[in-house]
């Protein structure tokens, strides 16, 4: 199995961030690889994106700490979110594990315009933006 992980630094608490991650209704609206999301069942969707569809099983999770997914009909086998809080910053890194090994590169990039995209909403919104009129564009 290989794994991948990428970090980003982003001005705010780790509240906001974890309960921005863990609402699968605001996904859609911030992260650029997800295109469209569909519960399917208390923590289980159908996620659409530039990288392919999977279903989409939250397995586990601490509040404020970290969240993991697990994926089925996709590359990718699981991921997720560690969060650490280095006031006034919070640290995320978000990490992905696969099988082929040829696609190292591709969800490299998926994960940096992920967390660039999470940055991006969270500064909207901490500047006091109003998140009906966001654009992930």
Do not use: C
């Not at 863990?22 to 609206?29: E, P």
């Not at 969707?45 to 530039?50: A, V, W």
């Not at 890194?93 to 967390?115: G, N, R, S």
Request: charged share 35%.
């Amino acid at each position: 199995m290989s794994k991948i992980a990428r970090n980003i630094e982003i001005n705010t608490n780790l509240e906001k961030i974890y309960n921005i991650l863990t609402d699968g209704k605001q996904t859609v609206k911030w992260n650029p690889i997800v295109n469209e999301i569909t519960l399917l069942e208390e923590h289980k969707y159908l996620l659409k994106s530039t990288i392919g569809d999977m279903i989409i099983n939250k397995i586990e999770s601490v509040k404020d700490v970290y969240v993991k997914w697990r994926m089925e009909q996709s590359d990718m086998r699981s991921m997720g979110y560690i969060l650490e809080e280095k006031l006034p910053i919070s640290k995320v890194e978000l990490w992905v594990e696969f099988e082929d090994k040829k696609l190292k590169k591709q969800f490299k990039e998926a994960a940096d315009l992920t967390l660039e995209g999470l940055k991006k909403y969270i500064e909207f919104i901490e500047a006091g933006g109003n998140i009906i009129e966001y654009s992930k564009q």
